[in-house]
Nanobody, 124 residues
C-alpha cells in the first residue's frame, strides 16, 4: 500500500556531511509522524530523530546540534542533514512513517511503514 525509499547514504570522512532523503509513495491519505532510526552492527536499532506533520522535532542526545530533520509535506518526503559526522554514526539508517491510507474507496487507519535502509559509513 505504501512504499518508503531512503537515499543519500554513502562513505564519508569524519567531520563530513551527508543528507538523507526518505520518500513515501502509494495509497497515501496523510503522512503523520516521520522518524529516522539507525542500527549499527551488533547493536539494537535506535531512534535518531523524529518530526511531526506540524514539524515539531525531537533528537537523540547523541546527534543534537549535528543533525537536522525536516520534511516536505507536499512531496511526502523527509530529510536528515547530518553534519560533523563521527565514526560512531556508522550504521544503516531507516526511515519510518505513520501513514493513513486511502484505497478501495475508503480511508484506512494509520499504520507503520519502513524503508529498506541506507548505509552510512564514516571513516576516521
Amino acid at each position: 500500500q505504501v512504499h518508503l525509499e531512503e537515499s543519500g547514504g554513502g562513505l564519508v570522512q569524519a567531520g563530513g556531511s551527508l543528507r538523507l532523503s526518505c520518500a513515501a509513495a502509494g495509497n497515501i491519505a496523510r503522512v503523520n509522524d516521520m522518524t529516522w532510526y539507525r542500527q549499527a552492527p551488533g547493536k539494537q536499532r535506535e531512534l535518531v530523530a523524529t518530526i511531526t506533520r506540524t514539524t515539531i522535532t525531537n533528537y537523540a542526545d547523541s546527534v543534537k546540534g549535528r543533525f537536522t530533520i525536516s520534511r516536505d509535506n507536499g512531496a511526502n518526503t523527509m530529510y536528515l542533514q547530518m553534519n560533523s559526522l563521527k565514526p560512531e554514526d556508522t550504521a544503516v539508517y531507516y526511515c519510518n512513517a505513520r501513514v493513513s491510507t486511502y484505497y478501495n474507496g475508503a480511508y484506512h487507519p494509520e499504520d507503520d511503514f519502513w524503508g529498506p535502509g541506507t548505509q552510512v559509513t564514516v571513516s576516521s
